[in-house]
């Protein structure tokens, strides 16, 4: 099929029209963007919440919200009789929290963790990394996480993968753990909840 091109006077196998659609429908959803950000500045300023420091991070879902997320749905879970989905819930708060930790306090971003994490799990590679990197504060941090993440962990995966009936005592173990992870590793880098 031959589309007529007005701005040639030719006609081509290619839609002018269709070119024009995609290459101007990009430049407007870009502008929505923008004119959202700047709507946000806007009303950051006229209520006195303008935060200089503010990174575009802050408006998109990222996994310290995810982390609070979970450790809530954990807790509502928990008081519905739920322990077997809050022991999974407790487990991704602590495991989100430690990749945001990476990504924003260590200087390991999210596509570096999963280039690294590819064959051994990323699970395995995250809980190494937050380790070493704890270890450079002092070896008791890095050996109190290392201890409470491996006993989530595996509480997560009795809960997870087999028939074992998980009680009220190991859903709160298990988000109590998850607790211990996130305080101190907000503790430790300075990050607020």
Known sequence: MNFYNPATG???????????????????ESFLLLNNLCCIFVLQILFGSF????????IMPNLKAKSEENIHA????????LFMASVHCSYYAAF??????????????????????KGQGSH?????????????????????YNTNYNKLR????????????IKKKDAENAR???????????????VIL
């Open 96 to 117: 989100q929290m430690s990749k945001h930790i990476l990504a924003n306090c260590c200087g390991i971003g999210y596509k570096e963790q999963d280039a690294y994490s």
């Open 10 to 28: 030719k006609r081509s196998l290619t839609s002018w029209n269709h070119r024009f659609n995609v290459k101007y429908t990009v430049k407007i």
């Open 124 to 144: 395995q590679y995250v809980n190494h990394m937050v380790r070493k990197n704890l270890n450079k504060l002092s070896t008791k941090y890095s050996d109190n």
């Open 51 to 58: 935060d200089f420091n503010f990174r575009l991070s802050q």
């Open 154 to 165: 595996m509480l997560r995966k009795k809960a997870d993968y087999t028939t074992i009936q």
């Open 176 to 190: 109590n753990m998850a607790k211990c992870i996130i305080d101190l590793l907000t503790t430790k880098y300075n």
């Open 74 to 81: 954990a807790n509502l879970l928990i008081d519905k009789s």
